[in-house]
């Protein structure tokens, strides 16, 4: 679903992202780790398209969008969705506006039937429908967070989610929440989703497959436990103050299965 091939991208002379390759199937959870400032966001922005590579190709669905122009992309981006650190909703417009804006500019769906669908899409996110008329400032950061899943989700079932730190900034309950719904997006296998994240913990949560990016280069690509075994310097540096926490989830998921 999702393919780079030798992805290289500068800003300037700045090298930012150093001959990355990877492939993402349908319906697969890949969770991106990496240090603050490595790229990960970057990558993000390759995949949407928001970005040229500088060198190399990015497939989605098959369709190489390194080059393609700003009017057909906005047709491929249709069948994505991205959903922000910060959420990123429009403050001036209600809960149910936000989730239905999509629907309401680029669709020729009634009123009524948008309503409903709003709707349903905040019982999927685990929200109460009721806050509908809500504004985005009267909902805590997680609960903003949840509607920005929602109005991705609703404006066009997308074949591809991508998340950047969803649940920074979040207490553990509401954390839970966000890879609670990002498990369930993953569970209907077919929706391929990334998921950006420095929670070290939240990657173990929603998926067995990590990327690691260091510096702009993939240092890894495998299981969580190949991810533990390995010997490289940078990734024991980078997983050491998580080891005991790291350790005790896979004990704990082993346990359960
Ligand atoms: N618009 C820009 N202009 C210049 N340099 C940029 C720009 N955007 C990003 N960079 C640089 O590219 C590198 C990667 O940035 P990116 O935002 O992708 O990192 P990140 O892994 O998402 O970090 P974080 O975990 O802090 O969000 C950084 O060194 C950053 O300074
Ligand atoms: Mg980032």
């Not at 209600?94 to 905040?122: P, Q, R």
Request: glycine fraction near 8%; charged fraction near 25%.
């Amino acid at each position: 679903m999702i393919s780079l091939e030798d992805v290289h991208f500068y800003i300037g002379d700045n090298h930012i992202i150093r001959g990355i390759s990877f492939d993402i199937a349908e319906g697969e959870t890949v969770a991106i780790i990496g240090a603050s400032g490595s790229g990960k966001s970057t990558l993000l922005k390759l995949i949407l398209g928001l970005y040229y590579p500088t060198s190399g190709q990015v497939f989605v669905d098959g369709i190489d969008i390194s080059s393609m122009k700003e009017r057909k992309l906005r047709k491929i981006r249709k069948r994505m969705g991205m959903v922000f650190q910060d959420g990123a909703l429009f403050d001036s417009l209600t809960v149910g506006e936000n989730i239905g804006y999509y629907l309401l500019e680029h669709s020729k769906m009634k009123l009524a039937d948008i309503s409903d669908e709003v709707s349903a899409m905040l019982e999927f996110v685990g929200l109460d429908p009721e806050l509908i008329d809500r504004l985005p400032d009267e909902l805590s950061g997680g609960m903003q967070r949840r509607v920005a899943i929602a109005r991705a989700l609703v404006s066009t079932r997308p074949q591809v989610m991508l998340y950047d730190e969803p649940t920074t900034g979040l207490d553990p309950r509401a954390t839970k929440r966000i890879t609670d719904i990002i498990n369930k997006i993953g569970d209907q296998k077919t929706t391929a989703q990334i998921v950006v994240t420095h929670q070290i913990t939240d990657a173990f949560r929603v998926s067995d497959r990590f990327i690691m990016i260091d510096s702009g280069e993939k240092i890894f690509d495998g299981t969580g436990k190949q991810l533990l075994s390995c010997k490289d310097q940078n990734i024991i540096k980078f997983l050491g103050p998580f080891n005991s926490v790291i350790e005790k989830h896979c004990r704990l998921l082993a346990e359960m299965s």
